[in-house]
């Protein structure tokens, strides 16, 4: 067996100070769920500023494809290592290991016991592989300094694959590192994680979540400060159909990917909206529709005990979007609304979704609540009293009309 191990690295949570232990348990959490959905089994611990995950199994019951994958959901990791451990040993050995190392990594084929100094005759292959030594002697009872294993290691390699490896210690296409601990570390590739801090770190929050671009982004971002999330969702039977709401479940279960279980609220919407169309001025249906989902989201937001309610909107996207839009839509909460896209331009956010894989689910052609009840010419600059007055129209049946859809509201758990 060559691989024992992931080495995951860390970033911003090693810089909380006292709550880093709590930010570490977030972590391991996080990591067990998302490879509790892989093929392997694993122990998940952190030990020492740094947290594995070792492979119980054996090479092949597990892909490593997949491990890296579903890791690479998991906000809070920087750095993904797939780690060949091995006991301490004198450097003789220990580039031994690093020969076998190479030669599963790199697919290439060592010479048997070659002799020393052989490698150097052999003139270098042109895509031979520049390579630099990095050794760490975190365990300080080691008798040889760290360059010496250095230049042992790397001696070994080019004797072991003659012309197919080559030192270059300023500008290498490959850094082999060693660390020297409990037990031998060897590792020649750091893949990217996600960024970010663990989710069930930084509090909770209640996103609107429709069936567009925007909303799963602006969830993914906001999770990806730490923040547990569960969703509201407006649908309008039987003005849009149940492949709508489907596929708004398909798109919390992407955005759960990376922030772990979200309660999605579906809220039948029909009667509040045609309540809307009926009694109110219709350049002012977007808007107006938007602050009874605000009061709505909250109401969930308070019973899920969330803190701040998050929306994909962005200044001046579409009518319902410019300054005096949003501060109509926001005079209806008494939370805190987030809007991390509301300086982002379409292709910056379309970027985002391309790369998080909700974009292919988004663009389905789906009808949405909104789009269903507006206005020709929707007001772009509606101001906010004459938007209350408006609703005052709606006075006598408002209240039994929201009680009703809280009511109705169908929870779904999605994992
Ligand atoms: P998205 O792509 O997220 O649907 P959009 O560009 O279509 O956004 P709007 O339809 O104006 O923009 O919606 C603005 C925001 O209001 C959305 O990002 C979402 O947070 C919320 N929202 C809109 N429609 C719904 C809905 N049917 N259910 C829940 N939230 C919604
Ligand atoms: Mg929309």
Redesign the pocket.
């Known amino acids: 067996m060559v691989f024992k191990t992931f080495l995951l690295k860390y970033g911003e949570i090693g810089i909380k100070g006292k709550n880093r232990g709590q930010f570490e348990d977030a972590l391991v959490t996080r990591i067990r769920h998302v490879l509790s959905g892989v093929e392997g089994e694993f122990d998940v611990h952190k030990e020492q500023g740094r947290i594995y995950a070792d492979v119980l199994g054996d090479d092949d019951s597990f892909d490593p494809d997949e491990v890296i994958a579903a890791l690479q959901k998991v906000f809070g990791l920087v750095g993904i290592c797939q780690v060949m451990k091995v006991p301490v040993a004198d450097p003789d050995q220990i580039a031994r290991d690093a020969v076998r190392f190479i030669a599963q990594e790199y697919s290439l084929t060592p010479v048997e016991d070659p002799e020393e100094g052989s490698g150097e005759s052999v003139p270098f292959e042109p895509d031979a592989i520049t390579f630099k030594v990095h050794t760490r002697r975190a365990n300080k009872q080691y008798p040889v300094n760290s360059m010496d294993v250095d230049a042992e290691v790397g001696a070994k390699l080019l004797d072991s694959f003659p012309g197919k490896m080559k030192v270059d210690v300023h500008d290498p296409s490959m850094m082999l590192y060693i660390e020297i601990r409990e037990e031998v570390f060897i590792y020649s590739k750091i893949i990217p994680g996600p960024g970010g801090m663990p989710v069930g770190t930084n509090g909770k929050a209640q996103l ?8 799963p982004v ?1 969830g993914w971002m906001i999770a990806k400060r730490g923040v547990t999330l569960d969703a ?4 309008a039977p039987p003005y849009t159909s149940e492949r709508a709401k489907q596929k708004v479940v398909d798109l919390a279960k992407l955005v759960a990917q990376y922030s772990g279980p979200i309660r999605l609220h579906v809220v039948n919407f029909t009667d509040i909206q045609l309540a809307i169309y009926e009694k109110c001025p219709h350049d002012e249906l977007t808007i107006i529709m ?1 602050r009874y ?1 605000m009061r709505i989201a909250e109401h969930f937001a308070k019973q899920d005990g969330s803190q701040a309610l998050v ?3 962005s200044i001046g ?2 009518a ?2 410019t300054i005096q839009s949003l501060v109509c839509t926001d005079d209806a909460a008494t939370i805190p609304v987030f809007r991390p896209l509301i300086g982002f331009d379409k292709q910056d956010i379309i970027d985002i979704s391309l790369k998080i894989g909700t974009y292919d689910t ?1 663009i389905q052609p789906f009808e ?3 789009t269903i009840f507006v206005a020709k010419h929707p007001v772009t600059k509606p101001h906010l009293d004459v938007i209350q007055k408006s609703e005052m129209k709606l006075a006598d049946v408002i209240d039994a009309m929201m009680e009703e859809a809280i009511q109705s509201t169908e929870t779904i758990v999605i994992r």
């Not at 609107?208 to 909303?215: F, K, T, V």
């Not at 509201?232 to 649908?235: A, D, L, S």
């Open positions: 609107l979540l429709s069936g567009g671009i925007d909303s602006a509201t969702y407006f649908h938007r989902m929306t994909g909107e996207q579409v319902s979007q988004s949405d609540c909104c």
